[in-house]
DNA sequence: TTATAATAATGATTTATATCACTTTTTTAT
DNA sequence: ATAAAAAAGTGATATAAATCATTATTATAA
């Protein structure tokens, strides 16, 4: 499940949506390198447990993985899909001592482990790196209450067009594309049953919204979609 | 509606959860008093509206607010109570360029209007006070998807249980307490229908688990509210 | 290849809660 | 003090989606 590798910064953080060359002084980027642990997990593989000590935050090198959290025995919550060039677990660096939920990845993902303690002390000697970081969590923090708050009011066929968008649109960002979760897994997205998605699917399937065949979908009618979105 | 006033840094943050005296130099005491606003609204009073255009953060200096979120027409949720000593609209300091959420007085309050520019700029200057915006930020991005995961969860009883205990744990810090604000906005903090509410209220009103009578509420038996929010 | 397990799909039934329509009580204003 | 408006409460009904039960399909292993 997990293996080391020696890479250098540059090449570690090359698609990392922050400008970290820019934003990180050598010796800072040092800092960050010196106990870094770049990890490779297969799919379904878990990175971290909910509720388990936190002590690492990750970023994603490369792969999809999925943050869920336990709501009761037997029901997941799937919150989020992060991709290649993500921080994962920031809002656990400064929120807790624990992680808040679990990170599995779903398909083979290579990540890198990046002890609290060298963040922080980065943060605590480059204010606009603390701020940036500080923006992440915010920006994190408000899909997720959108995200939510949108479970919570929308009725099935708004939730599942969201569903299908968030992939279209921040996954893979292509009308076609391949579900990398089962039905149990995307039903957990949505706030749902297996049961009830599967019907909500075929009948987008049925009135021609999308082209359904086992993972493999394609968008028919991204308006009518993005209408159902809205109307929820 | 909006009264200006001038008072001392020591004497607006004397409640405030962070020892800003501490934290922050005189100088930095002086960026932040020098354009702030000290504002009376009065019960019902709107102090920011959803998506108009962010420049201030609130800190509340006495009163209670509550924190919304309009989900279509004439449907709110209400997000969280805010009380006495807390920051506002710290989300939407960093994660981006409007407000998120309507804030409305649900008392007479007295608030701190902070320009967004102050607080920022005393942040790029002191990284241990932007640490602390940064872990009050996280701290409650994770109460409300909490919050609002349990909403999505849990059924009526388990979720009206929750709004008991918020608001006799975390807000009055008391057994009996009044509820501040009227049915309908209780039924929007447990994302369901003023109807719903009410008939959940007299179920536990007339168990014996609470002891109703409009507005005034005690808790007979806590461990029942207890094991309602635990089994949902 | 065949057996076994896992996942997907579909139909029937139940249930929690929203909606609607209305009454009663309380608050506010004249 | 009385009228008008707002809020609280109640009952009947509708409905979206969960649950339960079962079958079909696909994937995995012997």
Redesign the pocket.
Known sequence: MAELETISFEKTFEKCKLPLNQLLTKEQQAIIMENINIVNYNRKDTIVKQYSASSHVYYIIKGTIKVSSEQRKG?NLVLKIDTTGSFVGLVSLLGGDSYNFTLTAIENCTLAQIPIASLKSVMLINNRFAIEICQLISRHSLFLINRLSGLLY??????VADLILYFADEIYGNNEFE?P???????ELC????????????EFNHDRIIE????RIKIVSYDILKTLSRLG
């Not at 979760?181 to 039903?187: G, Q």
């Not at 706030?191 to 075929?202: A, F, H, N």
């Not at 359904?212 to 993972?215: I, K």
Request: hydrophobic share 30%.
């Open positions: 029901k929308k009725q099935l066929p708004g939730r579900f979760v089962n039905r149990t897994e995307l039903a706030g749902t049953t297996k049961e009830s998605l599967i019907r909500t699917l075929s359904l065949e086992r993972n």
